[in-house]
Structures are given as structure tokens and as C-alpha cells.
């Protein structure tokens, strides 16, 4: 299963770290891809990591703000997320995959239940 924590209300410009909780899944290590979806919005695709960690990916909407990374001994994949914005606000989710890594939920097994991102002032 996959357990997000981390999330909150945070002013712009401030930063937070999500973390995922990964156990109980084949293989033990892993794609996972972190998603967001917003009211109203269609969910989007923001980072995504190999199982090894060597290779990452991100949305144009996030490159250069928000850090994703992985601790394989802990079974944990956290998202830093920093210069946050009011566009930003979205319940936050990670996802397994035991395909190919990549910014589409479609390819994605596993979900976890989300965490609440709030940037607001």
C-alpha cells in the first residue's frame, strides 16, 4: 500500500515535504510517480522516479521548484516542494508502477488515499 502524509496549509513562497509510505507491494522497490488533482481539474502528473532513483522526471508546471527522491532502505519517496503557489493547492498523491515510470496515471498499479496541499496566504 501506498501512505501520503506531509501535506498542509503553507503561504506562497513556502516550501513543504510530502512523503509516500511504500510497503506490501512486487516488486519491493517500485516506480512511483507523485500526481495532483485540483477541483474541478483533471489530475496532473508532476514527478516520477525509477526504482533505482537514477532517473526522475517533472512537469513543466513544477521543474525547478519541487525535488522528488527515494530512500529504498526506509521504503519512502518524499517530494520537496518548494516556491510553492496558489496554483499549487491540490490533494497531492503517489502512485507504484511496475512499468515504465512517466507522467500518465494510466500506467500506474497502485494509488495512495492523498494529502492536502493549501497555498494560500
Known amino acids: 500500500q501506498l501512505v501520503e502524509s506531509g501535506g498542509g496549509l503553507v503561504q506562497p513562497g513556502g516550501s513543504l515535504r510530502l512523503s509516500c509510505a511504500v510497503s506490501?507491494?512486487?516488486?519491493?522497490?517500485?516506480?512511483i510517480g507523485w500526481f495532483r488533482q485540483a477541483p474541478g481539474k483533471e489530475r496532473e502528473g508532476i514527478s516520477c522516479i525509477l526504482h533505482s532513483g537514477e532517473w526522475t522526471n517533472y512537469a513543466d508546471s513544477v521543474k525547478g521548484r519541487f525535488t522528488i527522491s527515494r530512500d529504498n532502505a526506509k521504503n519512502m519517496v518524499y517530494l520537496q516542494m518548494n516556491n510553492l503557489k496558489p496554483e499549487d493547492s491540490a490533494v497531492y498523491f503517489c502512485a507504484a508502477t511496475t512499468h515504465v515510470a512517466t507522467l500518465n496515471g494510466d500506467g500506474y498499479d497502485w494509488w495512495g488515499q492523498g494529502t492536502q496541499v493549501t497555498v494560500s496566504s
Open positions: 506490501g507491494l512486487t516488486p519491493d522497490y517500485p516506480a
